[in-house]
């Protein structure tokens, strides 16, 4: 196994050079797993050792993806052997750089964000007194991972951006809520938009990687549309997000014009019940005044 996993050479793209660096600490967050685990599997050779700065170990963005790719197969069942030998078999099995470079691209980070620590006390100023009861649920949506007594975010600003819309009134409980409604839709449009990618670049069969020959231009396709789907699904939700504010305020506007046409035409027509009794006392007068006519008639004739 090399001592420093490296970019392919042609390595030349934005996202790519932007590549962040971790202590073990701060990749255990990212990837989503601890320390011992960190360490346990670079004794099995599963994962590549870091570069060495000193006394300090720093790792990049191929750790990320493939402690990603070690969490998600065994979620699937697979045991630490059976992970083992299959990362053996593709180390073996082709150009190591390329391989990495491939396995980058596909389940490297899609932010290079990086975690911060916050006290108690800092996220009550952010979020207000209710941010103890928020916790659980900060936690449960990934937001906020509890570190004994002080809580890490995987994406601060994430968080920032949260407590700012809570400083503008917006209760923290209805933001949760809203952001667990929607939470499934934005999947739904990453498995979609997965999805699209496979249908033209995976025309491989499912239990062989793509030949050496074909891994650089693979792995540069992937690079290329890794921005192209955040440029997508970004001007998207903007493109809703301003057809919903427009629909809202038509809707209000719309509201507040019937409702002062209707007290303008209500000033100027007599309302029904007013033009009723207005008519049925005019018939009254009338009647009367025709009677003492009848009256005045009979009374020359006599």
Excluded: C
Excluded at 126 to 149: H, I, M, N, V, W
Excluded at 212 to 235: G, Y
Excluded at 267 to 279: C, E, F, H, L, T
């Amino acid at each position: 196994m090399p001592k420093s996993p490296t970019p392919p050479a042609n390595d030349t793209t934005p996202e790519r050079a932007a590549g962040s660096e971790y202590t073990v600490d701060e990749l255990a967050r990212v990837a989503g797993t601890t320390v011992r685990n960190v360490r346990a599997y670079q004794d099995r050779d599963l994962l590549m050792p870091p570069d060495k700065r000193g006394r300090v170990g720093i790792y990049n963005d191929s750790h990320v993806a493939r402690l990603k790719l070690i969490n998600h197969l065994l979620a699937r069942g697979y045991t630490l052997s059976n992970i083992q030998d299959l990362i053996k078999a593709i180390d073996d099995g082709g150009d190591l750089r390329s391989i990495l470079g491939l396995e980058n691209a596909i389940g490297g980070p899609w932010s290079h964000t990086r975690p911060r620590t916050y006290s108690l006390p800092e996220l009550i100023r952010l979020f207000g007194p209710q941010a103890p009861s928020s916790l659980t649920r900060l936690a449960d949506l990934g937001l906020l991972e509890r570190k004994g007594l002080s809580f890490v975010a995987r994406n601060p600003a994430m968080l920032d951006t949260a407590a700012a819309t809570v400083r503008e009134g917006i209760p923290a409980s209805e933001l949760l809520d809203v952001l667990e409604e929607a939470r499934p839709h934005f999947d739904a449009i990453a498995r979609a938009l997965v999805a699209m990618v496979v249908r033209h670049l995976d025309r491989y069969d499912a239990g062989a990687l793509p030949p050496a020959t074909d891994m650089p231009a693979l792995v540069d396709a992937i690079w290329r549309l890794r921005p192209l789907s955040t440029v997508f699904v970004e001007n998207e939700i903007l493109r809703a997000l301003e057809e919903q504010s427009s629909a809202y305020l038509g809707g209000r506007v719309a509201t507040i014009l019937e409702q002062t046409l209707g007290r303008r035409a209500g000033a100027s027509v007599a309302p029904a019940g007013a033009q009723d009794v207005a008519a049925e006392a005019g018939k009254a007068a009338a009647k009367k005044a025709g009677a003492k006519a009848q009256g005045k008639v009979a009374g020359k004739k006599r």
